[in-house]
C-alpha cells in the first residue's frame, strides 16, 4: 500500500509571492478632485497602532453632493450595508460623508450591529460643514474584515472625533498624503494601498475623478443597484468634482460596475459588505448644471465611459493584490450567443480551481480552460468549433492550444514562456455567436491557503 | 511599506495529511454478486510499471444484462462517454462489458478520440462469452486522467487482448483480489481503492451489490440520465446480481446518484468525464423475473433503497479521499423552501474556498458560513431567523455559533474540539420551510494546491 501514500511525505516548495509594490503610485497634489477632505488614523479596531484602520472621507463642496452605490446581493447584508442603502434611499441619492473601517465587518452582528453602524455615521456627520439640506443623516459607512464580531464601537467613536476641525489632533487634508492615509486604512489582507486619479474634459471645463478600493479575498463581486443587490469583501470609493444628477449618477455606475467590478474574481466568494460607491461634488465648476442623461446625454456619455475606465482601472488592482496571486490573467470569452453567456462563461473558468492551480504551476491546462467552460449548460455551442489560446502580454505570438476541437501538438517551452509571465491571457471562442466578455483573475497559491487557513488568529 | 509585505517572507507550517489507509476495507471473496468476472492490469498508459491503469468487467451470466448509466452534464463530454452513451441507448439498457483505463481521460481528442474508445469497446467484446443477443456492441468505456491527450491505444488494445481466456496472462477473476485490482486501475490520485460490498434479501431470495470508484480532485458532480445530464472526474461502476430491468435500473439509479454522488464536493469542478454506471446480471435467481416499477413496486422500493444506500456509502469514499483532504464535513441546510434551495445552499458551502481553508485551519469561522448560504439568492429568508451550530461526530453536544441572527459568544476551546475531529457537521437553519438537505464535503489544503499546480509533470 505504501504507493498510494507517497504524497503524503512529500515536501511543497514554495515559490515566492512577487512584490506588487510597483503597483502602488505616488500622485501628485494637483490629480485630485477639489472639494474633498480625507484622512486615514489607527482607531484601534486591528492591534497594531502602526497600522490605518478607520478613514474619513467628507465632501466640503458648497454644491449638494450626489451619491450612488452599488451594494452586495449577499442574503446576510452587514449592518454598514443596510444602513447606507437606507440613507441614500432616504435622501434620494444624496450624501456629503463618508466613514469606513477595516478589520472587523460588522456583519451578522445582529440589532447591536445596526446601532454601532448608524452610530458611526452619526459621529462622522458633526465633521461636516453646516448644510441647510432637510436631510436627517449625510454619511454612508463601510466596513470590512472579520464577519461576526462586534465593532470596538467605543475607539472609533473616538476615532471620528478626533478629526474635529478644532481638534489638534485632525489629520484632515486634500494633498495626495491625506488621500493615501485614507486608502491605506481601507486595508486588509491587501498588500498596498490602492489609489488611482485621473482628469477629463466635458466642454472645456475639465474635471477630476479619483478613487481607491480593496479586496485581496472574498472576491467575485456581482454588485447591484442599492436594494437589488448578488458576490465579494469588495470596497471601492470614487470621488469626483463634476456635478452629477443622483439618478444619471447611479445609472452610470451601475453601467460601470458591470465591465469592472462585476468581471473579477479572485476566489469567487461573494462578501456581506461588498461596496462600491461614487460621490460627485460638482466643486470643480460650482456654477455648472448636474450632468443628466435625459438633458446633455452627450456629457453623460462621456462621464459614463470615464466612470467605467476609471472603476476598470480600481477593479485590476484587486486582481493583482488577490490573496496570494503571482499571476493577473485576463479570460476573453468570444463568440458567444449573449454577453451574459459569454459572461457567465469567463466567470467560470475564473472561479476554477483546477485552472488556477494550473496557473499557479505554470502549467497550460488547457483542458481544465474547456472542462470549466463546459460545467456552464450552453446548448448552442458545438464542441468542433471551439477554439482555445495562450496570449502573452508580451506583444508577442498567442499559442493556439484547441483549434476547432482538435489538440494542437503544443509547444510546451513556449507555453511555459508564456505562463511565465505575470500578465498574460486565455482566449476562448465559442463561435457560436458574435457577443463577447472579459474576465480578469489570478491565480491560486499555496499562499492563499495559509491566508485563509488561519485569518482570525 | 515593509510592513504590507511581511506576508512575503512568511514560511509556511504544513499539516500531515492523515493517512486514510483505514479506509481501505478488505472483503471475503463471498461478499461479491455472482456472474462477474474482473480484472486490472498495467497496460502502459502509466508510466510506472507497478500501477494498474486498465479494468476490465465482464458480466458472464446466461441471463441477459441490464444497464444504466449517469453522464457528466458537461458540454465537452469525452469519447468514452459519447460512446457509452450511444451503445446504452442503441441497445435499450443492455450492456455486458466494460472497460475503464486511468492516467488518460480521452477527452477533446477530437475524432481520433472516438475511434480509440471504439476500439477499446471493440477489443473488450471478444473476451465476453457469445450471445445471441441483436447488439452489435456490448462494452461501456471510462477513462479518467489528463483532458487533451491521446491515449496510447495500442497499448491499451494490448492490455485487453491479454486477458483472452486462451492466454496464460489473463488474470481475471471473481474472488477479492480480482475486484481490488479492478478498483485499484480506476485510481489517478485516490490515496487508496475505493471497493464496498452488502447483500440484501428480496422475497428470501439474496443478492449482492458491489462496486468502486474513484475521485479526488475535480469532484463536483451533478450526473444526469443519459442525453441529458451537468458535473465532476468520477467514475463508479455497481454491479448487481440481481435482475431489475433496465428502465427500473435507470430510474433507481437516477434515484440514487441525486441522494449520493449529486451531493458531494470537493472542489466545485464537473468533469468532462464524470459516469456512474450500474449493470445488473440476474445471476442470483437465473429464472427470477426482472424486478420492474410498474410490476412490482415492492420489490423495485427494495431495490431502489438498497443501491441509494450503497451509492452513498460509495460517494462518501470519495470525499473522504479528496485530493488533499484533512477533514470529512457534513453539511446539513434545515429548513429550506425547497429541497431544491437546500440543496443549492449545502452545494455552495461545500463550495466556498474561503469555507474549506477555515476548515483546513480548524477556524470556527462561522461567517464564512454564513456569507457563502446568503450568495446564494433566496429571498424568504430572514436573516433574523437564521442558525448556525457544529455538530461533533463523537456524540457529544454540538454548538451554537449564531442563533437566531445573534452571534453566540462561541467558547473557542470547545470549537476547536469539535474542529480538530476529522469527522464533523456544519448545521444551518433557515427557519424558512421544512426542506432540508445534506452535503459531504472535505477542506481545502496546500497538499489540493500542491497535486494541482503540478499535475501533468
Known amino acids: ?162 478629526q474635529t476641525s478644532t481638534e489638534s489632533s485632525s489629520t484632515l487634508g486634500s494633498d495626495y498624503a491625506a488621500w493615501e492615509r485614507a486608502a491605506k486604512a481601507f486595508m486588509t489582507t491587501d498588500t498596498f494601498p490602492k489609489l488611482r486619479a485621473r482628469a477629463f474634459t466635458i466642454r472645456g471645463t475639465e474635471y477630476r475623478i479619483a478613487g481607491m478600493d480593496k479586496g485581496a479575498g472574498m472576491i467575485h463581486p456581482n454588485m447591484g443597484p442599492a436594494s437589488t443587490a448578488l458576490h465579494a469583501t469588495l470596497l471601492g470609493c470614487i470621488l469626483t468634482d463634476a456635478a452629477v444628477s443622483p439618478r444619471s449618477l447611479q445609472t452610470a455606475l451601475t453601467y460601470a460596475m458591470d465591465r469592472s467590478f462585476n468581471c473579477i474574481s479572485v476566489d469567487g466568494e461573494m462578501s456581506t459588505n461588498d461596496t462600491v460607491l461614487v460621490l460627485a461634488n460638482g466643486a470643480a465648476a460650482p456654477n455648472a448644471v448636474e450632468i443628466d442623461e435625459s438633458t446633455d446625454k452627450e456629457a453623460y456619455d462621456v462621464f459614463k465611459a470615464e466612470l467605467t475606465a476609471f472603476a476598470i482601472d480600481l477593479a485590476q488592482l484587486v486582481v493583482r493584490d488577490g490573496e496570494g496571486a503571482t499571476k493577473f490573467v485576463t479570460v476573453n470569452v468570444k463568440g458567444a450567443p449573449t454577453y451574459e453567456d459569454a459572461h457567465r462563461i469567463a466567470s467560470r473558468i475564473s472561479t476554477s480551481a483546477l485552472v488556477k492551480t494550473a496557473l499557479y504551476g505554470e502549467d497550460a491546462n488547457w483542458g481544465r480552460v474547456l472542462s470549466a467552460a463546459g460545467s456552464v449548460p450552453l446548448p448552442n455551442v458545438d464542441p468542433k468549433n471551439v477554439s482555445v489560446s495562450f496570449v502573452p502580454s508580451d506583444g508577442t505570438k498567442s499559442l493556439g492550444v484547441l483549434v476547432n476541437g482538435e489538440p494542437e501538438n503544443v509547444d510546451e517551452e513556449r507555453a511555459k514562456e508564456i505562463l511565465s509571465l505575470e500578465d498574460f491571457g486565455i482566449c476562448i471562442e465559442l463561435s457560436a455567436g458574435s457577443e463577447e466578455a472579459t474576465y480578469w483573475t489570478c491565480d491560486f497559491s499555496y499562499e492563499y491557503v495559509r491566508i485563509n487557513g488561519d485569518y482570525r488568529s
Chains 1, 2 share one sequence.
Not at 450612488?68 to 437606507?86: G, I, Y
Request: aromatic residues 4%; contains cysteine.
Open 1 to 162: 500500500m505504501s504507493r498510494f501514500f507517497k504524497r503524503l511525505s512529500s515536501t511543497i516548495s514554495i515559490k515566492p509571492i512577487p512584490s506588487k509594490a510597483h503597483h502602488h503610485r505616488v500622485l501628485p497634489d494637483s490629480a485630485f478632485p477639489a472639494g474633498y477632505l480625507l484622512t486615514g488614523v489607527h482607531a484601534g479596531v486591528k492591534k497594531n497602532a502602526d497600522v490605518l484602520d478607520l478613514a474619513v472621507i467628507l465632501s466640503t463642496s458648497q454644491n449638494t453632493t450626489s451619491a450612488a452605490a452599488c451594494f452586495t446581493r449577499n442574503a446576510f447584508k452587514a449592518a454598514p450595508v443596510l444602513v447606507s442603502d437606507q440613507i441614500l434611499s432616504e435622501n434620494g441619492g444624496r450624501a456629503r460623508g463618508l466613514v469606513v473601517n477595516s478589520g472587523c465587518a460588522n456583519a451578522v452582528t445582529g440589532r447591536q450591529g445596526l446601532d454601532d453602524a448608524w452610530a458611526m455615521s452619526i459621529e462622522t456627520d458633526a465633521l461636516l460643514p453646516p448644510s441647510t439640506s432637510r436631510f436627517k443623516h449625510h454619511t454612508l459607512v463601510m466596513s470590512t474584515g472579520v464577519i461576526g464580531q462586534r465593532l470596538p464601537i467605543d475607539s472609533i467613536l473616538k476615532g471620528i472625533r478626533s
